[in-house]
């Protein structure tokens, strides 16, 4: 593992970036061009028509977003300048061959400069249309290492998967590949190229018969049958875990490292605090209680929610691009976590959310103050069904009676309490498998790479990504949450 200077490592390199356009891309692709502006190019993939789409998504969805404000006053009348030289956006589509990218010129171009593929596309939707997501998260990972083997100037392939490849693992989850066709449950061999079948009938079967606006349900429901019958629990991680296979397989001698992050939060110090966009993961809950819409919800106070700044992840995968080049033996893989290094517990993130909202109360589309109260955390999904049935579904029943009763007095009250419930239940049912999640993840591979970075004296406060260093308090109610607010919540 040959670690010098990450920026001496950038410096004049090329590098493809596919779903450029996505929150962790974006954090990775504004370190690279704020360390080393002598970056000779990044090529940014984006779904758009054209070139002009294409420019118009890059400078609306990335290089106009506050998270390069930093670089803007670093370069000040440069900026300009310096994004037309070095970034180049790319319309394309993973999920084609050759990634869609129909300009030839442009496409041999980029196979000719490319030294580093980074594969941040993905579609993440826990219960995503089965025939979207398997293009997407799993066929589209062939397609983008069959493209960066196409490119004899390429050092390695960095693949972005999850950690909850794992499905609804317990205990000590190494960091451990896929075998071709392995299955969660043991119960039947996967077969990719079947699943691919399966959904090219589906869906003539639906075009037969005619029922075109059912598509998009059909197909909702087929993932997540698919997922469950193999031992996943939803859509995402399933078709994520397929790309991984694919990846492994196909990868020959290319050097390919695989990162794992857990839940990604928003950034811990780089460019700035609290930067976040999007909803991710656990953020709905956090959100939805701020606003008052959460009373209850499934989790237990003694289990650890593994989150991880996305700066953090942004440099892991710099110092294992820098750690892994030229190495064409089999694929490594990083957790990306702090489940094992720096536990979380439940009850903390829900302390720490509720003592910020009661500070800092969310003010509604009416001007007033919303008030928050301690949320009922409820440990198992018998114990949470059987609450909601006593504390809200039976007297949500009786408001109805009484508002047919009282010529619909009570109709805002009812649809208030209704719309609570719903929004309850539809989190629960999407994050189950995560609030009662049980695993750790180990991550020996990434402490191994930690050390050898420190050893060869790699800036930790640049390039750091040891969880240990979080004060989780600090960073809930001073960085995460306010970040939260601002730049997801009041959007």
Not at 17 to 25: D, E, H, I
Request: aromatic share 10%; hydrophobic share 45%; with cysteine.
């Amino acid at each position: 593992m040959d670690l010098c200077s990450a920026v001496q490592f950038l410096e004049n390199k090329t590098i493809l970036v596919s779903g450029a356009t996505g929150f962790l891309a974006k954090v990775f692709v504004e370190k690279v061009l704020r360390i080393q502006p002598n970056i000779k190019r990044l090529y940014l993939l984006m779904r758009a028509a054209d070139v002009n789409s294409a420019h118009q998504r890059l400078h609306k969805e990335v290089l106009g977003k506050e998270l390069f404000s930093v670089l803007r006053g670093i370069l000040g009348s440069n900026i300009d300048s310096f994004f037309h030289e070095k970034v180049i956006p790319v319309p394309g589509d993973i999920s084609c061959e050759n990634l869609g990218i129909q300009d030839i010129t442009l496409r041999k171009e980029i196979w000719r400069n490319t030294n580093i593929v980074v594969n941040c596309a993905a579609t993440i939707n826990f219960d995503e249309r089965y025939d979207v997501a398997l293009a997407i998260n799993t066929m589209g990972a062939l397609n983008v290492l069959n493209f960066a083997k196409l490119c004899p100037a390429v050092k390695m392939l960095l693949h972005v998967s999850t950690a909850y490849v794992c499905g609804e693992g317990t205990g000590h989850i190494m960091e451990e590949p896929f075998c071709m066709g392995e299955s969660l449950n043991g119960t039947y061999k996967l077969d990719i190229d079947g699943e691919k079948k399966l959904v090219d009938e589906k869906m003539k079967e639906l075009l037969v018969d005619g029922r075109r606006e059912g598509i998009a349900f059909a197909m909702e429901e087929l993932g997540m049958e698919r997922a469950k019958f193999y031992g996943w629990p939803n859509t995402y991680v399933f078709t994520k875990a397929m790309g991984e296979m694919l990846v492994g397989h196909f990868k020959d001698n290319l050097p390919t490292v695989i990162i794992r992050p857990t839940m990604v939060t928003s950034t811990f110090k780089k460019p700035f605090p609290g930067w976040i966009e999007g909803f991710k993961t656990i953020d709905s809950v956090l959100a939805s209680y701020g606003k008052g819409k959460l009373k209850c919800f499934l989790a237990s106070p003694e289990l650890v929610l593994d989150v991880i700044p996305a700066d953090m992840v942004a440099n892991a995968m710099i110092v294992s691009m820098v750690a892994h080049p030229y190495q064409p033996c089999d694929r490594v893989i990083y957790h990306i976590g702090s489940s094992l290094r720096n536990p979380l517990k439940f009850s903390s993130v829900r302390d720490f959310t509720t003592r910020y909202f009661t500070k800092n109360p969310w003010i509604n589309k009416n001007g007033k103050l919303v008030k928050t109260g301690k949320v009922t955390m409820l440990s198992s999904m018998p114990t949470f069904l059987c609450y909601m049935r006593i504390r809200f579904l039976l007297p949500l029943k009786g408001l109805y009676w009484l508002d047919a009763i009282f010529c619909q007095h009570f109709k805002r009250v009812y649809m208030d309490l209704d719309r609570k419930v719903k929004v309850t239940m539809r989190l629960v049912e999407l994050y189950k498998p995560y609030l009662l999640f049980k695993g750790i993840f180990d991550d020996k591979n990434l402490e191994k790479l930690r050390v050898a970075a420190m050893e060869m004296g790699l800036n930790v406060d640049e390039f750091g990504f040891d969880p240990k260093c979080i004060d989780w308090e600090d960073y809930f109610i001073n960085i995460h949450l306010p970040g939260l607010v601002r730049y997801v919540m009041k959007q």
